[in-house]
């Protein structure tokens, strides 16, 4: 292998690794809006509802729709940059699991696919929903 190899190897690497960053801020950047944008139906909501408690549900029903639409893109983003990070997060105990494992290693469950059923699904407790974290600073996790 002369000079040359290892200088275009190298040179080949260093172009992934900004590729991958590039990625990585991108999706960091999707999230964010995806989660202000959820901040701002909740609001229009408790707007309509203020003006109007009678409002008619289907008005309601549709922004609620948005908001867990939305959710669902993020867990789809999240999982993309826990994979361009070469980890999954379990579902379970949100542990980091190498990607390559089906398994959590601390608590043993199944670890999601991009293309389980499951990632299409929202989970009842998340920080949207549970608690007012979401709208504190410190809501940022899994990046």
Not at 70 to 80: D, L, N, S, W, Y
């Amino acid at each position: 292998m002369g000079f040359m190899d290892v200088l275009t190897g190298a040179s080949r690497d260093m172009s992934d690794k900004a590729k991958n960053a590039s990625e990585v801020n991108n999706l960091k950047r999707k999230i964010l809006y995806e989660e202000e944008r959820i901040v701002e139906v909740f609001a229009d909501i408790g707007k309509k509802y203020y003006k109007n408690p009678d409002e008619d549900p289907a008005v309601l029903k549709a922004l609620c729709d948005d908001v867990d639409q939305r959710r669902r893109r993020i867990k789809q983003m999240r999982f993309e940059l826990n994979s361009i990070r070469g980890y999954k997060i379990c579902p379970k105990c949100d542990a980091e699991v190498n990607e390559k494992f089906q398994f959590c290693g601390v608590c043993g469950a199944r670890l999601p696919e991009v293309d389980d059923e499951d990632m299409n699904s929202l989970e009842s407790n998340d920080y949207y929903t549970e608690s007012d974290s979401f709208f504190s600073a410190d809501t940022i996790k899994n990046y």
